[in-house]
């Protein structure tokens, strides 16, 4: 079983769209979350940490939920630079980061 | 506080030629990892390294596969008698001392094995 998993996509939204991504995590014992964004060939860059309480910024939500394993991000209003592909990360004990495949989103015009 | 920088940026050889990417973290920053990202396919991890120590190296291919983080200069990640397999985006990222802070990646080596 893969330590993280996501739907690979795509997911093809119109401009102004509210899109959800999931993430699920094997190891209960997973100490640190993280969404990153990547963009065609370019370095993968922090989008937000995730925190047990949830955390907003601007447009981009973050949710954990410890109980199910699984962490989520809400993007409201997309905006056509929004188009990238979305990690999942999860860190653990011995300071290992995992890394899900991605999920891949395109704003319409 | 420059970022993560790993040189060079394109690095075009032969089969059977040794390729040496290398990696300078964050200042400050005492965690090197190693990831590869073949074309079309997610980040997979290689090697997990801090000062003169490797510390997890479960992703590394047995052979031709070699990384150091010495106490003085850059991480190197070193590919002897490449093959064209080992075309590939590779990813350098570092951390902070801190126990699970934040990976911060460096703009990538894209090898090109002819």
């Known amino acids: 079983r893969k330590e993280v998993e996501q739907d690979p996509g795509p997911f093809n939204v119109p401009e102004g769209a509210t899109v959800a991504f999931n993430c699920t995590y094997s190891n209960s014992a997973s100490q640190s979350f993280f969404w990153y964004r990547q963009d065609c060939r370019k370095e993968p860059k922090l989008l937000m940490s995730?925190?047990?309480s949830g955390n907003e910024d601007g447009r981009f939500t973050a949710q954990l939920n410890r109980a199910s394993q699984y962490i989520s991000l809400l993007i409201r209003d997309s905006k056509l630079s929004d188009s990238a592909t979305y990690l999942c990360v999860v860190s653990g004990a011995g300071n290992q980061f995992y890394f899900g495949t991605g999920t891949s989103l395109t704003v319409i015009p | 506080n420059a970022g993560v920088m790993q040189n060079p940026r394109h690095l075009v050889r032969r089969r059977g030629q040794e390729a040496r990417l290398r990696c300078s973290p964050m200042?400050?920053?005492?965690?090197v990892y190693w990831y590869r990202q073949l074309p079309e396919e997610g980040l997979k991890f290689m090697v997990y390294?801090?000062?003169?120590?490797?510390?997890?190296e479960s992703g590394m291919p047995k052979e031709r596969f070699s990384a150091e983080f010495p106490k003085e200069g850059p991480s190197i990640l070193r590919i002897q008698q490449v093959v064209r397999g080992d075309s590939a985006a590779y990813f350098c990222a570092s951390s902070p001392r801190r126990a699970n802070e934040k990976l911060f990646f460096g703009s990538g080596t894209q090898l090109s094995v002819l």
């Open positions: 995730v925190y047990s």
């Open positions: 390294l801090q000062k003169e120590n490797i510390i997890d």
């Open positions: 200042k400050g920053h005492s965690h």
